[in-house]
């Protein structure tokens, strides 16, 4: 049983190195190292692949490498497993991609309305459909702006409500300040580009990470106490492209949520792409709403001002 399985070893301890060292995979070949940490709480499957061939193999050797990747994956996320959700909080926000295709942009606008949200942000609002999410929501949420295809709805007033360049050549990121019973916050709404895995071009992400940069460089200059950025930005927290961004923000469900939070795709969700995020402003609990007819979750957090 010590000789057999220095195969699976070795696998073992590349996989923690890949761990370990994401953040040290080159991007220079189709962004491999964004598309690894895009996807790297999933690497604990294959710890799993191991343990299940290490057995069969009946190796010791293979069963004691194993304890390397399962010491850095815990480390890195087993943080995420334990409930950190808290009571109470001044201010309840939700973001969802709302899906420019939606069926039932209705029975959207509905649950969203019933979600006891002081702060709704919606990204990809058609043209066709912004209408119904204006009647759906414009009851309870009286205070709106729509700037290109995201939106935000809010029970309290808003002003300075401008769009933000990302570099995309039509609008897709917005500011406004809200003005809440516990003082003003500057509030973005963001919709980043989209990427794609492609065979001939690898991780196709160029377009999401300028304007990445662009949004970080915009939030940076933003002279607000209290910043809250609600959005789908095609990317997770571990994904270096998104440093910009959150190398000033702090997560609402790595701080306060239970579990990974996945929000997408919604039939099966693997990623959480979509992000509350906030600075000044301490989250107290985090969540996923239930599914509406898009491809992704709505996502919540309450916030301490």
């Not at 990427?195 to 300028?210: E, I, K, N, P």
């Amino acid at each position: 049983m010590w000789r057999r399985g220095w195969v699976l070893a070795v696998c073992a301890l590349l996989l923690a190195l890949a761990f370990l060292l994401h953040s040290s995979i080159p991007n220079s070949i189709g962004n491999l190292g964004s598309l690894w940490e895009t996807f790297l709480p999933w690497g604990g499957v294959l710890v799993v692949v191991l343990l299940v061939l290490a057995v069969l193999r009946r190796s010791a050797t293979a069963l004691i490498a194993l304890l390397l990747p399962v010491v850095v994956w815990v480390n890195l996320f087993g943080g995420l497993l334990t409930g950190k959700s808290g009571t109470g909080g001044d201010l309840t926000v939700v973001t969802h991609n709302v899906n420019a295709e939606n069926p039932d942009p209705s029975g959207t606008a509905r649950d969203l309305a019933g979600s006891g949200a002081d702060i709704i942000a919606l990204e990809e609002v058609s043209a066709g459909q912004k209408a119904t999410y204006e009647k759906g929501l414009g009851a309870s949420h009286p205070h709106h702006k729509v700037t290109g295809t995201v939106g935000i709805w809010s029970k309290y007033p808003m002003k300075d409500v401008r769009p933000v360049d990302i570099k995309m050549g039509w609008p897709r990121a917005m500011r406004a300040t809200v003005e809440t019973p516990k003082g003003e916050v500057a509030v973005y709404a963001a919709h980043l580009p989209s990427v794609r895995v492609q065979f001939r071009a690898g991780f196709t992400a160029g377009q999401r990470d300028a304007s990445a940069e662009a949004l970080g460089e915009a939030i940076s200059h933003d002279k607000a106490d209290k910043v809250v950025l609600l959005g789908d930005l095609n990317g997770t927290m571990n994904d270096r492209a998104l440093a910009p961004i959150t190398s000033q923000l702090r997560s609402a469900q790595g701080a306060a949520g239970d579990g990974f939070g996945f929000s997408w795709p919604a039939s099966f969700p693997m990623a959480r792409i979509d992000q509350i995020m906030t600075k000044g402003a301490d989250p107290v609990s985090a969540w996923n709403l239930s599914s509406t007819g898009s491809d992704h979750l709505p996502i919540a957090a309450s916030l301490d001002l």
